[in-house]
């Protein structure tokens, strides 16, 4: 069954460091889209990708990178972590070519401290 | 910028009521999609329906687009139903990228 996964599931990192939030699609949906959900906030598109070897900014990008070396993977990248980058990040998978509903991931619950 | 708006906020319901959640949103819609999230889960895809009405199971939504609104209707509650509702959106402005609104947790009681 087509589906996207998340890996860790849960990760504690320390202040400054590094983090790497991966994400895998069985879809072979050209987009993918990592966003944050924290409450009073809602989801919000940190950043997203229209295929393998582009990356593009959303609405709040800053203090993050991404990268899409593949169709089915997309990673999200806090190069020096910070504890207001404590929240639920989920990925997902879309391809308005092929008409189809947004997939998501299960959650990386990220606590920086 | 694209503002979604949902109401209400939280709705408590005794089992085997109907619920109606409202979704308006800014400016037109190229897609619009209701999603379920269970307490402390992902969120599953319910219904895409950018225009008109449609039904699957127990829900049914009726979105009208040049009033810039949709509705999801659960008929029949069940306790299961319990979690947020959320509603999102594809301005048609060029890319593919879901708005969401902040959502309407539903609690069902028994």
């Known amino acids: 069954e087509a589906a996207v996964t998340q890996s860790p599931r849960n990760k504690v990192a320390v202040t400054g460091g590094k983090v790497t939030l991966s994400c895998n699609q069985t879809?072979?949906?050209?987009?993918m889209y990592w966003y944050r959900q924290d409450t009073g906030h809602g989801l919000r598109l940190i950043h997203y990708?229209?295929?393998?070897?582009?990356?593009e900014k959303g609405d709040i990008p800053d203090g993050y990178k991404a990268s899409r070396p593949s169709q089915e993977n997309f990673s999200l990248i806090l190069e020096l972590a910070t504890p207001s980058q404590t929240s639920v990040y989920f990925c997902?998978?879309?391809?308005?070519?092929?008409?189809?509903?947004?997939?998501f991931g299960s959650g990386t619950r990220l606590l920086v401290i | 910028g694209q503002q979604v708006q949902q109401s209400p906020a939280s709705l408590v319901l005794q089992e085997g009521e109907n619920a109606e959640l409202q979704c308006n949103f800014s400016?037109?819609?190229?897609?619009l999609q209701w999603f379920y999230q269970s307490p402390g889960g992902s969120l599953v895809s319910l219904l895409s329906?950018?225009?008109g009405t449609k039904h699957t199971g127990r829900l049914t939504s009726t979105t009208v687009t040049k009033e810039r609104r949709s509705s999801l209707h659960i008929s029949s509650s069940q306790t299961t139903d319990s979690g947020t509702y959320l509603c999102?959106?594809?301005?048609?402005?060029?890319?593919?990228?879901?708005?969401f609104g902040s959502g309407t947790q539903l609690t069902v009681m028994p």
């Open positions: 997902a998978s879309g391809d308005r070519r092929a008409n189809s509903d947004y997939t």
């Open positions: 879809n072979n949906h050209n987009n």
């Open positions: 990708s229209y295929g393998a070897g582009s990356t």
């Open positions: 400016s037109t819609a190229t897609q």
């Open positions: 329906n950018p225009s």
């Open positions: 999102a959106i594809d301005p048609p402005s060029g890319s593919w990228q879901l708005i």
